[in-house]
């Protein structure tokens, strides 16, 4: 059963628009992620929330911002998308940030850029 | 840096034969936490399984792996395979540190056939 929930569960856009994507967990969590999975099916971190708080930035162009409004909360803005963001973005959670925490997976968005 | 390698990206096999996806990891720190991940078709990415200890075995759902730190290996095996364990095997490294990060390998599709 679901409890990391993601919207839209697909988006088609233009190159240089802005898209927003939407995520919301019910397990009760402290961290939050954004990974980001490529055609090939490579799955890559983005980003990392701990209770609100950015603690993993990786190497991810500028036009990526998270928005955290609480732990529950964890969005992404793409501003100006480009051919290459074409992805699925799997939002995650998972009850704490140490080494063997178990992370649970939204269903993802497909974002296909045009 | 960390790194995870899987070296069969697609592996095809008759059903009730036995199962072994490779993963050898990289990483600098010496009590690494290793994970496979597996993902069917249209689902999100859930856990299998997990292990910290060197040489012990770990199992779940009918699949096991040990991690050898000697080898930096914990590949996945299964006795029998079924039709239903059709789907993409990610397996991950949390490198050390309190970040929740993983670092996955680049997937293995795990065809079962009739």
């Known amino acids: 059963e679901t409890a990391v929930f993601q919207t839209p569960n697909y988006h088609v856009t233009q190159v240089g628009n802005e898209v927003s994507f939407n995520c919301k967990q019910t397990?009760?969590?402290?961290?939050m992620y954004w990974y980001k999975q490529d055609s090939k099916k490579l799955l890559k971190i983005m980003f990392s929330?701990?209770?609100?708080?950015?603690?993993v930035n990786e190497t991810v162009p500028r036009r990526f911002s998270p928005q955290s409004s609480d732990k529950a909360h964890l969005n992404l803005r793409i501003k100006s998308v480009e051919p290459e963001d074409s992805a699925v973005y799997l939002c995650?959670?998972?009850?704490?940030?140490?080494?063997?925490?178990?992370?649970?997976f939204g269903k993802g968005t497909r974002l296909t850029v045009v | 840096g960390d790194s995870v390698t899987q070296t069969e990206g697609l592996v095809t096999l008759t059903e009730g034969l036995p199962v072994m996806l490779n993963c050898t990891y990289q990483?600098?720190?010496?009590?690494?936490?290793l994970f496979w991940y597996v993902q069917h078709l249209n689902e999100s990415p859930r856990l299998l399984l997990k292990?910290?200890?060197?040489?012990k075995r770990t199992e779940h759902q009918g699949f096991h792996a040990t991690l050898h730190k000697s080898s930096s290996s914990f590949h996945l095996q299964k006795s029998s395979a079924q039709l239903s364990d059709s789907a993409l095997y990610y397996c991950?490294?949390?490198?050390?540190?309190?970040?929740?990060?993983?670092?996955f390998g680049l997937g293995t599709t795990l065809q079962v056939q009739p």
């Open positions: 929330y701990n209770n609100k708080q950015l603690i």
């Open positions: 995650a959670s998972s009850p704490d940030r140490g080494a063997n925490t178990e992370v649970f």
């Open positions: 292990s910290f200890t060197d040489n």
């Open positions: 397990l009760g969590h402290d961290t």
């Open positions: 990483t600098i720190y010496s009590n690494p936490f």
């Open positions: 991950a490294l949390s490198p050390r540190g309190n970040t929740g990060k993983l670092i």
